[in-house]
């Protein structure tokens, strides 16, 4: 691929991806959505990658889908925007669902659309101050996409998730905080630090309960108790079975830090 449309760092243990389209507040074109898609799968690759940090750069986090790349006034046939999402958005709202590792993201700014969506489809969403969650779909007469019902709904229940759909308002990042939508608003100067120090965190951590966590979370929200108590019974036999808990156990026993990054 010819242009930076997202940078791809690997750091110490996790992987910091960044959406590099500032002058469109990262909207997505498509060599944007291709490059994600291929750092995501490199970082799920990499035995070395162990959590994600997924920011964007300049003072948006995401505009959502670039409007200029999808222009419904120009001659010819109306754009197919199913295909669209079944093609780009769909894909990779799965794909960052079923990694399994830990993704941080770092919302640096405004996060628009499907960009608030792609957002809200990471296991911990930090945000800066000045950030703020819009459901623009109303304003340009389209429906929440990339998953954007499903997460409004299940955090907020009905009625924030109707009034923000339907209305296109901007959601402050301290009340998307105070909501539940995500996991905490901290000041602008702090964002990439305290995203750092979380995605640091899970690289030392127990990788094997991270990925089986996700999943029993994720699980959740449809399973009933009978089912969810059943699969938790599975998944601990698999974690208890793990290196990460036979360290866990000893480092406890023997009053020191667990080394979850050992080699076996
Ligand atoms: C943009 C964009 C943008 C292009 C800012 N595109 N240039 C999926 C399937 C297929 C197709 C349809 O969509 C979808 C899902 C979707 O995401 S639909 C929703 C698409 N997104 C939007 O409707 C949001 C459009 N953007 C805005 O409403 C504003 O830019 C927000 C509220 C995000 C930020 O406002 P400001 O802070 O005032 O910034 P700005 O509007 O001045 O934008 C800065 C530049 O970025 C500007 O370019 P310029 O050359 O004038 O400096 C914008 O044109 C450009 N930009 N969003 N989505």
Redesign the pocket.
Known sequence: MTSDAVLHEKLDGYARVTLNRP???N??NEDQHLQLRAALAECAADADCRAVIVTGAG??FC????????DPTLDGPR?D?GL??ET??NPLIRQMRSLAKPVVCAVNG?A????ANIALAADIVIAARSASF?Q??S??G?VP??GGTYWLTRHLGEARAKALALTGD?LPAETAAEWGLIWKCVDDGDLQAEAEALAQRFANGPATAYALTKQLIHAASTNSLDEQLDMERSFQREAGWSDDYREGVAAFLQKRKADFRRKA
């Not at 505009?63 to 999808?70: E, I, M, V, Y």
């Not at 628009?112 to 960009?115: C, D, V």
């Open positions: 002058q469109r507040l909207a997505f003072r948006g505009a959502g889908q670039d409007l200029s790349d999808r754009p925007l669209t999402l780009y958005y405004v628009a659309g499907a960009g819009i623009a779909f304003r340009i389209l996409d990339a901007a």
